[in-house]
């Protein structure tokens, strides 16, 4: 098993700039990729950003530009860097991770679990 733990999150005023992390932890082979949604009160849950072990990024419409998405694969932790932060920001953010997982290791023969694991979700509210 994976645990995902956010942190950074917290209460920003508008034109601000903040950074959340996300540590993984357990018996981790490999992160292919990882993932930063958020969700707002009534709002549906939209994505942030992506990058992938190969670096390719994406990020949603509404943060583009102001959005810095990286990943350290020595820590096992992946980074969101938001500036000029709106009251639109104001969300729960989570992170999300594919992960190749360490699951046994017989005959010299390492075998391993690709799955899916989110963090808890952290609040980050923008305001005067």
């Known amino acids: 098993q994976v645990q995902l733990v956010e942190s950074g999150g917290g209460l920003v005023q508008p034109g601000g700039s903040l950074s959340l992390s996300c540590a993984a932890s357990g018996r981790i082979l490999n992160i292919h990729s990882w993932d930063w949604y958020r969700q707002a009160p009534g709002k549906e849950r939209e994505l942030v950003a992506t990058?992938?072990?190969?670096?390719?990024?994406t990020y949603g419409d509404s943060v583009k530009g102001r959005s810095n998405i990286t990943r350290d694969a020595a820590k096992n932790t992946g980074y969101l860097h938001m500036k000029n932060l709106e009251a639109e920001d104001t969300a729960v953010y989570y992170c999300?991770?594919?992960?190749?997982?360490?699951?046994?290791?017989?005959?010299?023969?390492?075998?391993?679990?690709?799955?899916?694991?989110w963090g808890k979700g952290i609040p980050l509210t923008v305001s005067s």
């Open positions: 999300h991770a594919n992960i190749d997982v360490i699951t046994g290791d017989n005959d010299n023969q390492m075998a391993f679990s690709r799955g899916d694991y």
């Open positions: 990058i992938t072990g190969g670096d390719a990024i």
